[in-house]
């Protein structure tokens, strides 16, 4: 390629017939031409527009290939060379590939090595450092090790060499490993010792007293990383998780040594790095809450350092309970009026220690909204354990007595706490009855909730309040009416207006309607006039058809209208890259039909291989499949490597329960075992506040499994 003529033969290809992220990639030669252009605001759009279409969000296409050639000529001819390196790098370094061959992106880059390998000895410490990264991402290593050893052994800037030396542990670790003892010297430039401390650690080798001493010589060390490794991000975090990783205990202890020591250090920015890998070992290490925990408060020496550390406290719950301490000053502090530090705080200390957050949260009620939330579980009223406490019922119950300073999702909260407590909430009766016209739904699941358990003369005035909420259209109303009464009739009336109006919530109602099981068969009609429309295979319309099957099931018991209804939705999500989790919850509806949803079998057998979905398509085959059809071994063996995988481990143990003990092998009980009893976390993904919870529940129902197993084998003749 002529170098001052990078875009030669650039007409000569037939964009429209190629594609990227957003279709035909008819655009791509104006964003080339714009990067070799005059205008730098014309080229920094392109470059972003480039990383949208091309490379978007780490997706290659088509097009990544095509434009390989003219972005290493671009890049080789001095436009925006450094940043067009970066984006070149990046589609190498990509293995989500769509529509192209795996590997074809990564070996269009390498195919311009010749191009690319001179800029290692650019001028520009920021082109070479680039190069160098970018380089190593080809796995070309026959030819770019040789470049990279050369430039290390004449390079002199320290960000260049940080970046060369990665280059060369990502293609030859074993060999970069030797470098790397030498360049942790403390007489080492910072950006090499980190370079080579990771290098020591991707070259498998084990974690010497030498490496422990230079991460923390080089503590804090953000400012030091690598501006283009985000997964390295925070690199005291980074070693954490990769010691981790390892899954054995003297690594394990090396990690826990160096957030003890970051906690301990006397510098603020230290312990802020320590706090980060601390929160990072605890999603990722069982064990890590227990061991880290005293240090966590050690290290909380001031309001910004309690602040800072709250929300891993919360986090871990009650075995953060010898923390609480420090926790109490701050979330007791000035109850009278708004504080977010003491809010933060006070959430903690909700978490962790539920009975003395109780008189703190009671004292500033309506002051701490994020403290409210976490007695409440945040988001559903049924699934949380905040203990009773007279005095916050008292406070709860003035709060309510002034409807109209209640705004935002202070209504939900409240009346969620007084739900978890049931009956023992009696007393609020009257001040929900009150509040009910001016939040129907909050207040009327707390009135359900409270009322089910209290004397029938309290439980009178409520169901007055109910009916009059309910005849104004309120489906809370009537679903709590109907919990209370066993009167079918004004959820029926409720659920006829909503099935029929336009924009009505068709979901809620399937739900409401699946309640009421055959006692709503004159609901059938209007549940299939909802149904939408075939050709519309959006993850919504997916959903609402589920639900809507679903209760057409339960409230008419008619299996071919709802095989027909969950076949469209199999149809349809084949059409829908992001429906795996609709085909799940389809999956799911299948198992109710039990031997009558044997005409879908082969749909579920086809979600067996998506870990996302086998749960669940496991869970419906033992329902609805011939046993004799069955190979119970594979489909347990297929749940495990969901929960493994970190796909659905709830749905894992439904599966295997559901299975039952008989289809399980010593080498799947060998695997279950390592799920339940070792130190790495199953769930690691998701709400970032959930995580720790859901791992520690799949962890106990996969206890429950073993225990079932090894009684089974104990009683068996």
């Not at 360049?183 to 650690?201: D, K």
Request: glycine share 6%; charged share 25%.
């Amino acid at each position: 390629m002529d170098l001052a003529h990078p875009l030669d033969g650039l007409d000569a290809f037939p964009w429209a017939s190629s594609s990227h992220a957003y279709g035909s990639a008819e655009d791509v030669p104006d964003l080339l031409r714009a990067l070799t252009g005059t205008d730098a605001d014309a080229a920094d759009e392109a470059l972003s527009e480039l990383y949208g279409n091309v490379l978007h969000q780490g997706t290659v296409y088509a097009a990544s290939v095509e434009a390989a050639p003219f972005l290493a000529g671009i890049a080789a001819a001095g436009h925006h060379t450094a940043d067009v390196l970066a984006l070149l790098g990046s589609m190498a370094e990509s293995e989500d590939e769509c529509g192209v061959a795996p590997g074809a992106v990564r070996a269009a880059v390498a195919r311009q090595l010749p191009l690319l390998l001179p800029l290692l000895t650019d001028a520009e410490p920021d082109v070479r450092r680039t190069a160098a990264w970018a380089l190593s991402h080809t796995r070309a290593a026959e030819a770019v090790l040789p470049a990279l050893r050369a430039r290390w052994a004449e390079e002199t800037d320290p960000a260049v060499r940080a970046e060369v030396l990665s280059g060369i542990a990502r293609l030859d670790p074993r060999h970069a490993a030797t470098e790397a003892a030498a360049a942790m010297e403390p007489s080492q430039p910072a950006e090499v010792r980190l370079a080579a401390v990771f290098a020591h650690l991707d070259a498998g080798a084990p974690w010497t007293g030498a490496a422990h001493t230079a991460m923390l010589s080089l503590l804090p060390a953000g400012s030091v990383r690598s501006g283009f490794d985000i997964d390295r991000g925070e690199p005291l975090a980074s070693v954490v998780e990769i010691l981790l990783g390892r899954d054995h205990e003297p690594e394990r202890e090396a990690a826990f040594s160096l957030v003890d020591a970051a906690l301990g250090d006397d510098r603020a920015e230290v312990r802020a790095e320590g706090r980060w890998a601390a929160d990072r070992a605890c999603e990722l290490s069982r064990s890590a809450p227990r061991r880290l925990v005293r240090s966590l408060r050690a290290a909380a020496v001031d309001e910004a350092s309690v602040v800072g550390t709250a929300s891993l406290l919360a986090r871990l719950g009650s075995v953060a309970e010898p923390a609480a301490d420090v926790l109490v000053p701050l979330a007791g502090r000035n109850p009278d009026r708004a504080d977010d530090h003491a809010d933060r705080a006070l959430e903690a200390l909700v978490l962790v220690a539920p009975a003395q957050a109780a008189p703190l949260l009671a004292a500033g009620l309506g002051r701490r909204p994020r403290a409210l939330g976490a007695t409440t579980g945040l988001l559903d009223p049924r699934h949380h354990a905040f203990p009773y406490d007279r005095g916050l019922l008292d406070a709860v119950r003035a709060r309510l007595a002034r409807p109209a300073e209640l705004s935002g999702n202070e209504p939900w909260r409240l009346t969620n706490l007084l739900a978890g407590w049931g009956a023992e909430a009696a007393a609020a009766l009257p001040e929900l009855c009150a509040v009910l016209p001016h939040f129907p739904h909050q207040a009327s699941l707390a009135l359900a909730a409270v009322a089910a358990g209290s004397d029938p003369a309290d439980r009178a005035p409520v169901v007055a309040a109910l009916r009059a909420a309910t005849e104004k259209g309120s489906l809370s109303a009537a679903e709590a009416l109907y919990d209370l009464t066993d009167d079918p009739a004004p959820l029926l009336r409720c659920l006829v207006r909503e099935l029929g109006r336009d924009g009505g919530d068709l979901r809620e109602a399937a739900r409401l309607a699946a309640l009421l099981g055959t006692r709503g068969a004159t609901l059938a009609p209007f549940l299939r006039g909802a149904l939408g429309d075939p050709a519309n295979s959006t993850t919504p319309a997916l959903d609402t058809d589920i639900a809507l099957a679903e209760a057409l099931w339960r409230v008419a018991g008619d299996p071919d209208p709802v095989v027909a209804v969950l076949e469209s939705v199999f149809a349809r999500a084949e059409r829908n890259q992001w429906s795996r989790w609709s085909v799940a919850r389809a999956a799911r509806a299948t198992a109710l039909l039990g031997p009558a949803g044997r005409p879908l079998a082969a749909r579920l057998r086809a979600a067996l291989g998506d870990p996302a979905q086998a749960p669940a398509a496991v869970l419906a085959l033992v329902c609805v499949a011939d046993p004799a059809t069955l190979d119970r071994t594979a489909l347990a063996a297929a749940a495990l490597t969901s929960a493994e995988q970190d796909a659905d481990p709830a749905g894992a143990c439904d599966a295997l329960e559901a299975l039952g003990v008989t289809a399980l092998t010593d080498d799947h009980l060998r695997r279950l075992t390592v799920l339940a009893d070792g130190d790495a976390r199953v769930v690691r993904s998701g709400l970032e506040h959930r995580v720790i919870d859901q791992d520690e529940s799949f962890r106990n129902r996969a206890r429950a499994l073993l225990t079932t197993c090894g009684n089974s084998t104990t009683t068996a003749p």
